[in-house]
């Protein structure tokens, strides 16, 4: 009877957690709708390939998005992103090394390398014809790629095609996946980089496009594999061991690279942030303003350039300022001002523009809060001498009955300033003319009864 006893505590834990297994597994479970592994392997091969309307809307979405990169409009952005058929051989990828198809493989890549280059060819023969020259926010935003743009991309990837591999597809899913891994502006970014003769927008545009299709592939070979596809299987050993193996050495040599530059994605990413975070708190100087700084990452030694206008800084405060790099984590970083004489600099006009006006509309909005303040305090004045207006013959009346002799009497509420302060202070002011002299216990009389009758905590008696 005991054993049994003992043993029910330990039969109500393995309850409880077989109970909250069994839940985590029906809410998080892929199985339940998942549709038929031929058909979500069909419908994938489907979209891998760039012929015919594939072809057409590609080329109509790269028109779209470069015109929307040059006149800076991110709707018109988003709608090129929302019709760009490129996700359908990256994801592919993913999936033929996902079962171990090399065919696959190689469709979806052949079918990628030609949308790579008719991207690349459209959109250079639209900058080069353009009127607009001038790069804006939204292509300068794809030409360096960031450690959260492969982020984006992995997780959009996963949404792609665990949306991919249910039996009622979800309407919405494919199209957010499309713009927030944002495939398009970047092969846009990439030609305007050609057009222009500018090899570092396009380096950087183009990484960041290969970042991301390597994290949609990679994406989808995990969920692949997590669902358990079955492996492709060959009739000799010796073909699927050389497809294995061929198979391996491609993921290897795309993977490895990719590793290290998302490695240095990462550091660039967190020196940018300790640059920022340096040049706020240590950037605000007395007599001279930052207009504008420069944080470049390098492996060997990054640099912060700062441009200063205004009373040339000395070298003892450039050396303190440099002591302070390595508290922000940033000990191998060199940091080179540029003040002095602005025509031998080089010195981005937008920037000091834009630094000038914000400092003028901080300024500005800080006066006329400071006036606001005043004019609120005395309005409020005002209306509280208004509405609470005296009624001076009845107090008189009513001083008689306590002093028979009051002769004269006014009353009236007043504003008194102090020698320091803006805020005034309002005061009941009363003035009283007797035919003798009081003592002092008749005027403290007076002034309470004053203080009960009207209500007011502060009054001058001026006793004649």
């Known amino acids: 009877m005991i054993v049994e006893e003992r043993n029910q505590p330990q039969k109500r834990r393995e309850s409880v957690g077989t109970t909250i297994r069994r839940f985590l597994s029906e809410r998080f479970s892929l199985e339940e709708d998942k549709a038929d592994e031929a058909e979500i392997i069909l419908s994938i091969s489907r979209g891998i390939e760039f012929r015919g309307t594939n072809l057409w809307v590609l080329i109509f979405a790269i028109f779209i998005a470069s015109i929307g990169l040059d006149v800076n409009s991110t709707a018109v952005i988003i709608g090129a992103m929302l019709i760009s058929p490129l996700m359908g051989p990256i994801m592919g990828i993913g999936l033929g090394v996902g079962i171990n198809d090399l065919a696959l493989i190689q469709r979806a890549f052949k079918n990628l390398s030609i949308a790579v280059i008719i991207s690349l060819i459209t959109s250079t023969l639209y900058f080069l014809v353009s009127p607009l020259?001038?790069?804006?926010?939204?292509?300068?935003?794809?030409?360096?790629?960031?450690?959260?743009?492969?982020?984006?991309?992995?997780?959009?990837?996963?949404?792609?095609?665990?949306?991919?591999?249910?039996?009622?597809?979800?309407?919405?899913?494919?199209?957010?996946?499309?713009?927030?891994?944002?495939?398009?502006?970047?092969?846009?970014?990439?030609?305007?980089?050609?057009?222009?003769?500018?090899?570092?927008?396009?380096?950087?545009?183009?990484?960041?496009?290969?970042?991301?299709?390597?994290?949609?592939?990679?994406?989808?070979?995990?969920?692949?594999?997590?669902?358990?596809?079955?492996?492709?299987?060959?009739?000799?050993?010796?073909?699927?061991?050389?497809?294995?193996?061929?198979?391996?050495?491609?993921?290897?040599?795309?993977?490895?690279?990719?590793?290290?530059l998302g490695y240095q994605i990462v550091r660039k990413t967190i020196f940018e942030q300790a640059a920022k975070r340096f040049v706020n708190n240590e950037g605000n100087f007395q007599y001279r303003q930052v207009v504008n700084y420069t944080a470049r990452y390098q492996r060997g030694q990054s640099r912060i350039e700062l441009m200063v206008v205004g009373e040339p800084m000395p070298a003892d405060s450039i050396r303190a300022l440099e002591a302070k790099l390595p508290a922000y984590g940033l000990p191998n970083t060199k940091l080179i001002i540029k003040q002095g004489a602005l025509k031998d600099s080089e010195v981005d006009v937008n920037a000091i523009t834009s630094t000038v006006t914000d400092q003028i509309i901080k300024y500005s909005q800080s006066t006329i809060s400071r006036k606001d303040q005043v004019i609120d305090s005395l309005r409020q004045h005002i209306e509280s001498a208004q509405t609470g207006s005296l009624p001076v013959a009845d107090l008189r009346d009513e001083l008689k009955t306590l002093m028979p002799d009051v002769q004269t009497f006014t009353a009236a509420r007043s504003m008194v300033m102090g020698r320091t302060g803006t805020r005034p202070d309002t005061v009941l002011l009363v003035y009283a003319k007797f035919s003798r002299r009081h003592t002092s216990a008749e005027k403290k009389r007076i002034e309470n009864w004053l203080r009960s009758r009207t209500k007011s905590r502060k009054i001058k008696l001026i006793v004649e």
């Open 133 to 260: 020259h001038i790069a804006q926010s939204e292509l300068l935003a794809r030409t360096s790629p960031t450690v959260w743009d492969t982020f984006i991309a992995f997780f959009g990837g996963l949404a792609g095609i665990v949306a991919g591999s249910r039996r009622d597809k979800v309407s919405n899913v494919i199209p957010g996946v499309a713009i927030a891994t944002a495939l398009m502006p970047p092969l846009c970014t990439a030609g305007y980089g050609i057009a222009n003769g500018n090899l570092a927008y396009f380096v950087g545009a183009f990484y960041l496009f290969l970042i991301n299709s390597v994290c949609i592939s990679l994406a989808t070979f995990l969920i692949v594999r997590f669902l358990g596809y079955h492996q492709k299987e060959y009739e000799n050993p010796v073909i699927e061991h050389r497809v294995k193996n061929t198979i391996l050495v491609a993921v290897l040599i795309v993977l490895v690279p990719s590793t290290y």
